[in-house]
């Protein structure tokens, strides 16, 4: 089936030990996005690539970055966590920007000791 | 700019109950409106999408969605709970200018036996 796959699903980290999470998708879209999603709040979006576009969220602090080297995979890069990146962070992807469902992966939890 | 506003963060049922979930929306546009559902410790899965083709729509799991233009509605309904669909459940509109997906705040629907 083709899905948006997440990896690790659960991910401990150190205070200021980077971090790398990866996405992979068989759906050959287009676009991909990352979330962050705190406790019982919607999802924020980080930033997305629109092939290899990147889209950067103003408010996404630079200690965030992202990579996608093909239109398979996609990485988010936590160069020094803080207490407070500690989350979940969900990849999704979409066929194109406008009006296009996004099909979300599982989600990987980031804790930051 | 377009905004959905999702009234109750916590909606308890009781199994066999009709189950409601509100979603306002605004947009000065025609909109794109999603209902995802998120099981705890996983992404969002898509229940249902409106795209102005028919006003009822009907998704996965029992659930359907109506929209209404003159009410900026577009609820979440379910006739009969089941234990199974204890979740969170989150209203979205894709922004007409950038596509993105603007989230409403969640709600949290308990099942109780």
């Known amino acids: 089936d083709a899905m948006v796959i997440q990896n690790p699903r659960y991910q401990v980290t150190q205070f200021g030990k980077p971090v790398t999470l990866s996405c992979s998708q068989t759906?050959?879209?287009?676009?991909m996005y990352w979330y962050q999603q705190k406790s019982s709040q919607a999802p924020k979006l980080l930033f997305h690539y629109y092939d290899k576009d990147f889209n950067n969220e103003a408010d996404t602090p630079d200690n965030f970055q992202s990579r996608r080297p093909n239109t398979s995979f996609c990485f988010l890069d936590i160069r020094s966590p803080g207490l407070g990146d500690a989350a979940m962070y969900l990849c999704a992807t979409s066929r194109d920007l406008r009006e296009e469902t996004q099909y979300f992966g599982p989600g990987t939890r980031l804790l930051v000791l | 700019a377009q905004s959905v506003t999702q009234l109750g963060s916590h909606v308890s049922v009781s199994e066999g109950a009709l189950v409601l979930l509100r979603c306002n929306y605004s947009?000065?546009?025609?909109?794109?409106l999603f209902w995802y559902v998120q099981y705890p410790n996983q992404g969002l899965q898509l229940l249902l999408k409106?795209?102005?083709?028919?006003?009822l729509v009907k998704g996965i799991n029992g659930f359907e969605a109506e929209f209404k233009k003159s009410e900026t509605s577009f609820h979440l309904t379910k006739p009969s709970a089941h234990m199974s669909d204890a979740a969170e459940y989150f209203c979205a509109v894709s922004s007409s200018n950038t596509g993105k997906l603007i989230f409403g705040q969640g709600t949290t629907l308990q099942v109780k036996p």
């Open positions: 759906l050959n879209h287009n676009v």
């Open positions: 409106y795209t102005s083709a028919a006003t």
């Open positions: 947009s000065s546009v025609p909109p794109y």
